[in-house]
């Protein structure tokens, strides 16, 4: 079975964004990790390296602490209804 998550080309029905000398379009700067500070350009290479790994390993944990957060608030909602049932207050 073939994979589509990893193409060779390019699908030619998407224009290249910033491809070819007219390009009207301004280069857009990308803020690495979702970071804007003056520091970060003064990180070497290996620095960068190990930023993007403490990154995904903060994103993973923020994802992770979300998903309990919500699990419980879909308990306290369901124990407040049961309260309000039992108070008499639907």
């Known amino acids: 079975m073939?994979?589509?998550s990893t193409c060779a080309?390019?699908?030619t029905t998407q224009v290249?964004?910033?491809i070819g000398h007219n390009s009207k379009q301004p280069a857009v700067k990308s803020k690495p990790f979702g970071i804007r500070a003056a520091w970060l350009k003064f990180?070497?290479?290996v620095?960068?390296?190990r930023l993007?790994?403490?990154h995904m390993r903060i994103e993973r944990r923020k994802r992770g602490l979300?998903?309990?957060v919500t699990e419980r608030q879909l308990i306290m909602n369901r124990c407040i209804r049961r309260m309000r049932r039992q108070n008499?207050?639907?």
Do not use: H, Q, V
């Open 47 to 49: 620095e960068l390296r």
């Open 2 to 4: 073939r994979s589509t």
């Open 88 to 90: 008499g207050k639907n």
């Open 43 to 45: 990180a070497n290479e």
């Open 52 to 54: 993007a790994k403490l």
């Open 66 to 68: 979300d998903d309990l």
């Open 16 to 18: 290249l964004a910033g």
């Open 9 to 11: 080309a390019a699908p």
